[in-house]
């Protein structure tokens, strides 16, 4: 494709990176990404993937801003408090980017919708903060083939990973690393323990970053591999992560 005078100023920052070029720029412009939830993760996420020029982004959240979200969900400001997430973080990426397209679903993620939700994208950013539905993300997207890049908070500190076990029999899927979601009960939110409000930002951020890499090709996956980002230390750690032969998702043997 051609680029217009006003997107070659736009990415002249990627355009002149080796590793990127004007062909990862055209495959940002090209990519459709759905973004799971448009809270302290999606907030960064979504900015950072409108600014790099995701031609569609999808998001998907069933909220409304509170006053307590702005603490750390950067995409929404004061007056969009009681407006809801998908709107108000649409009407931000627009303002930022108009090359974007914009896709809002103001409704939750479920076993009965999350298929026909993801299939029109080619990678799927989890945000979410539970994790039943980290794993119907997941469940539909070892279905559908689809690239999953998942990130989780805590108080000060973050985990993210990618899962594509359709690309290599090596690689495993969120359910090969927690086959169930934990009780109810002993399951807890921002809302509950608290998080310093920066922190998901640079969870977020990075999470933007390996979407980014995935689309363009450059540098390593973070696939088979879980990164633990403990902020108070100010230290990240990765761990290897191996398929499950019995995943009742994509094992082999299941």
């Known amino acids: 494709m051609d680029f217009t005078d006003e997107q070659l100023e736009r990415y002249a920052r990627h355009i002149i990176l080796r590793e990127v070029g004007g062909a990862g720029q055209v495959a940002l412009l090209n990519a459709k990404v759905l973004v799971v939830g448009a809270g302290g993760l999606g907030a960064p996420l979504l900015m950072y993937l409108a600014a790099a020029g995701v031609g569609t982004i999808g998001i998907v959240d069933d909220d409304v801003v509170e006053l307590s979200n702005l603490q750390r969900q950067v995409i929404h400001a004061t007056p969009d408090v009681g407006k809801s997430k998908v709107e108000s973080a649409a009407e931000s990426i627009r303002a930022l980017n108009p090359d974007v397209t914009v896709n809002t679903y103001r409704e939750r993620l479920t076993d009965e919708n999350a298929r026909a939700l993801i299939a029109d994208y080619d990678i799927v950013a989890d945000g979410c ?3 039943k539905t980290r794993l119907i993300v997941s469940d539909a997207c070892v279905a559908l083939g689809k690239t999953l890049v998942s990130a989780a908070l805590g108080p000060y500190e973050g985990q993210l990973a990618t899962f594509k076990p359709h690309a290599g029999d090596d ?21 509950d323990f608290g998080i310093l409000g920066a922190v998901a930002g640079v969870v977020g951020t990075m ?33 290897a992560l191996k398929p499950d032969p019995k995943c009742p998702a994509c094992g082999k043997d299941a």
């Open 129 to 131: 903060d539970n994790f």
């Open 171 to 191: 690689l495993p899927c969120y359910r090969c690393f927690l086959p169930e979601a934990p009780p109810p009960e002993a399951e807890r939110t921002c809302s």
């Open 207 to 239: 999470q933007a970053l390996e979407v980014l890499k995935e689309i363009t090709g450059v540098g390593d996956s973070l696939a088979g591999k879980i990164l633990l980002i403990d902020a108070l230390a100010m230290t990240n750690r990765k761990i």
